[in-house]
């Protein structure tokens, strides 16, 4: 029997790529453009992180875009995402602090 493969759901994936250079960034922008079924990308230089939505397999996505880009790429995961939130919230406060203890 032969089984029917299903297209991925329509979702919305967040990967973590190694990006230190606007050249990664632009590798990886190259690579989305050229994949089928994405529908909208989200590529952060910044934050090193890539937010993809449409009907993409995420572990596909992660192969290619190490395989295109030549940089490191896996799966966000929540524990990653609270890491991030809590860094920029400890941004925040250490930048209120040496602004306030400037004036």
């Known amino acids: 029997m032969f089984k029917s493969k299903r297209p991925p759901e329509f979702q919305t994936v967040i990967v973590k790529v190694d990006m230190r250079t606007e050249s990664c960034s632009k590798k990886v922008v190259k690579c989305l453009q050229a994949m089928e079924n994405v529908e909208e990308y989200d590529v952060n230089l910044a934050e090193k ?32 995402l609270a890491s991030l939130s809590s860094r920029k919230s400890w941004r925040y406060r250490l930048v209120t602090t040496i602004m306030y203890n400037l004036n």
């Not at 030549?70 to 799966?75: K, P, V």
């Open 49 to 80: 992180k890539v937010t993809v939505t449409g009907r993409v397999d995420p572990k596909k996505l992660v192969k290619r875009l190490e395989r295109k880009s030549g940089r490191h790429a896996e799966l966000w995961t929540e524990r990653s």
